[in-house]
Nanobody, 122 residues
């Protein structure tokens, strides 16, 4: 599994972005995927996770109803659709993958992408 996150950028509050997480390997569909973020001066925090077939998802409370995690196993790619962006969503966003079930704990993920910066201006 080799993950490449993309799609970050500068957006005004209220706008939308879609992050992508592409896996260059061939086993993407076997893994649960998660998105985490780290704001300046803060610890990395859980954002969302999805199981191998997309049937199970979890979100942190602050993004529920605004963000949507999804995946396309045929394209070996996961996504994080972010709507109604707020300045407090500003962070470097990381995608991660793990064997087995979903997890909200970053320590449970073995594979990580390099991160993509999302900046939301007020």
């Amino acid at each position: 599994v080799q993950l490449q996150a993309s799609g970050g950028g500068l957006m005004q509050a209220g706008g939308s972005l879609r992050l992508s997480c592409a896996d260059s390997g061939r086993t993407f569909s076997s893994y649960a995927m998660g998105w985490f973020r780290q704001a300046p001066g803060k610890e990395r925090e859980f954002v969302a996770t999805i199981n191998w077939n997309g049937a199970v998802t979890y979100y942190t409370n602050s993004v529920k109803g605004r963000f949507a995690i999804s995946r396309d196993n045929a394209k070996n790619t996961g996504y994080l659709r972010m709507n109604s962006l707020k300045p407090e969503d500003t962070a470097v966003y990381y995608c991660a993958a793990r064997r087995g079930t979903t997890s909200l704990n970053a320590h449970d993920y073995f594979y990580w992408g390099q991160g993509t910066l999302v900046t939301v201006s007020s």
